[in-house]
């Protein structure tokens, strides 16, 4: 009956009809891109993807550990962390690399499914482990830029939670510490402009406030959402004497035994940083020193090499020797051991000398531990146990994604 409609009257519905499927479908593609970007992706959901309670159980996770995870708790860890993506001095990511082929790999994305399907946050470490490396990309901020552009891309693609920054540099250097806190700010503040609530954490040296290392506390722990406390590694292959990788005490206000210890090094921490930002970490590892007698601090006879608590409990010689006994001190087990090179002492965090040192981060409110690393561990479920029995009844009960 339209038909009978005057011409103009005809012409004018239609274009009243144009417009209106015009301004229809205008506002549903605007619709679809506004609700890409991340502004408005932070006011549907302006709280961090996963809900966590009271503790965090960040574990690391290398490249040449992912067939032996077979074990993990999924309900209790919290974040899964690849190590690592190399970065070049330019800031790109090194894709020539084996550790590359490995994130890219089956094996990989079998795990960040896995992680997925139990709420735990997916993170990948970028690392950078040379001096002259590190030195030139914290004087050279178009690398910064570029990698911040390839994280974006990275985690955008992948669909990960974020990353954990690992550039390990020993000495110490006033510019170099103010121009990694630039660098730092200007990192996470780009991926959170650029991505939904990113979890962006830094690994530091236990000794970093105390030593005055590259890694200022006080700046980081504002800018990042968290430090990683690499809280391990106070003795070494090249120590000269042989010691805990992680004493709980034992420093004394620079009277020994130990030069440094965890307890003081989170004390130093918290004068200027939020415990909720620290998360402790623990090693799943000890040295085995080659040494003089078996005794605890002996003279070492040649460069220590790795044990973790999956091969102690495969050495028969060290897990049925008599010589041992505990550090009071280090509140950590040693064992000695005799072999056709001499003796051996090793110091070994078991079930006992963790659980000091979890009873001692929750004492100190700290936002949680972290596991150096993942498949360590025995083939046993004890270390699990106890963290379990430690951090996860401690949890909110719903650890529920909001989906991105």
Request: no cysteine; charged share 20%; glycine share 6%.
């Amino acid at each position: 009956m339209d038909l009978n409609l005057p011409e103009d009257l005809r012409r004018n519905k239609f274009a009243l009809w144009g417009l209106f499927w015009t301004l229809i479908l205008g506002v549903f593609f605007l619709g679809l891109f506004l609700i890409k970007q991340p502004a408005i992706q932070r006011l549907i959901s302006p709280i961090p993807a996963y809900t966590k309670a009271d503790y965090e159980v960040f574990g690391f996770a290398p490249f040449w550990t992912l067939s032996k995870l077979s074990n993990v708790d999924w309900g209790t860890l919290t974040t899964f962390a690849y190590f690592s993506i190399p970065v070049n001095a330019n800031g790109s990511f090194d894709r020539e690399s084996y550790e590359w082929q490995v994130f890219e790999g089956d094996k990989l994305a079998g795990l960040f499914e896995k992680a997925k399907e139990n709420n735990v946050r997916r993170v990948v470490t970028l690392t950078q482990m040379d001096k002259a490396t590190i030195e030139t990309f914290l004087e050279d901020e178009q690398a910064w830029d570029r990698v911040s552009q390839e994280s974006i891309e990275v985690l955008a693609e992948k669909n990960l939670d974020g990353v954990n920054i690992d550039f390990e540099y020993i000495p110490s250097d006033p510019r170099l510490r103010a121009q990694f806190s630039k660098f730092a700010t200007r990192y996470t503040q780009t991926l959170k402009q650029n991505l939904n609530n990113p979890y962006v954490t830094v690994s530091v040296l236990a000794s970093s406030e105390r030593f005055n290392k590259i890694y200022d506390i006080a700046s980081l722990s504002k800018s990042t959402d968290a430090i990683f406390m690499m809280a391990y590694d106070f003795y070494y292959p090249g120590s000269e004497k042989a010691g805990p990788a992680a004493p709980l005490y034992g420093f004394n206000e620079g009277k020994g035994p130990f030069w440094y210890d965890v307890s003081t090094a989170v004390t130093d921490f918290l004068k200027v940083a939020d415990p909720n930002k620290i998360i402790m970490g623990v090693p799943y590892y000890g040295w085995n020193y080659p040494a003089q007698s078996p005794a605890p601090n002996s003279d070492r006879v040649a460069r220590a090499f790795a044990t973790t608590n999956a091969k102690a409990s495969d050495n028969n010689l060290l897990s049925v020797t008599p010589v041992g006994g505990w550090d009071s001190q280090a509140q950590v087990s040693w064992r000695g051991y005799w072999d056709n090179s001499g003796w051996h002492v090793v110091y070994m965090e078991d079930e006992k000398s963790l659980s000091l040192k979890y009873e001692f981060a929750k004492k100190q409110g700290l936002a949680g531990v972290g596991i150096w690393a993942l498949g360590f561990d025995s083939a046993s479920d004890r270390f699990w146990s106890l963290l379990s029995s430690t951090f996860k009844n401690q949890y909110l009960s719903d650890r529920t994604i909001i989906s991105n």
